[in-house]
């Protein structure tokens, strides 16, 4: 018991240093989390519960058949649940920038049974997502990472269908947080409206809905 106490503590003790770098190198260049040091972002965070994986796909009000993007999945931690959820005939697209990251999404995928999921490499903010595609897009930890924000939430906006939602995570916890004020700025510059607010200031789940109608 002792022993995997010491290990527990050893890996937590890892995680913070990592952490703790990450940050300090973040602060002088967007830099996401390389798909070698996955593990960090694999588990949900017992600390903030607004950020677990169930909380963010039980309140997106998924339905089957719907079209969700992941955008910046990472190792596919909501990827997965996501995909479940909109099924029978609903398809989930994990786009990241990383393609050690999407190796690691189709692995679990097959692993899992799961066949409704279509990996996409891509960089938000370049234009390549279709437009009017999807119902929900969720950003878990990601805006920070993202070297153009503006032309990322307009692209997302685009891509949404009308009514859509937009689903931001963001926990003080990671190295590029941002803060409420700043991406509820950015987001309505893209012309979302906010729906709903989740959480706290410092560990929260945005929902930005792309209105029926632009309002200029």
């Known amino acids: 018991m002792e022993n995997i106490l010491?290990?527990?503590l050893g890996i937590t003790a890892l995680?913070?240093?990592?952490?703790l770098l990450w940050r300090a190198v973040s602060n002088r260049q967007n830099l996401p989390c390389p798909s070698w040091l996955s593990w960090m972002v694999e588990l949900d965070n017992p600390f903030t519960r607004v950020s677990r994986a169930d909380f963010i796909v039980d309140h997106l009000q998924?339905?089957?058949g719907m079209k969700v993007l992941d955008a910046g999945c990472g190792p596919g931690r909501v990827t997965l649940p996501l995909a479940q959820a909109v099924l029978p005939g609903g398809k989930v697209t994990a786009l990241d920038m990383q393609p050690g990251m999407l190796d690691q999404v189709r692995a679990k995928a097959e692993a899992a049974g799961v066949n409704n999921i279509r990996t996409l490499h891509a960089e938000?903010?370049?234009g390549t997502l279709p437009q009017n595609e999807f119902d929900r897009a969720i950003l878990v930890s990601v805006l920070g990472e993202v070297p153009d924000q503006n032309a990322a939430l307009e692209e997302l906006f685009a891509a949404l269908k009308p009514g859509g939602i937009l689903s931001v995570t963001e926990v003080i916890f990671d190295p590029h947080f941002q803060p409420r004020s700043k991406v509820l700025q950015l987001s309505c510059a893209a012309g979302f409206h906010e729906k709903d607010f989740l959480g706290k200031k410092l560990a929260y789940t945005m929902h930005l809905e792309k209105p029926w109608k632009r309002v200029e």
């Open 6 to 8: 010491c290990y527990i």
């Open 15 to 19: 995680a913070f240093l990592i952490s």
């Open 62 to 64: 998924l339905e089957p």
């Open 124 to 126: 938000l903010g370049r």
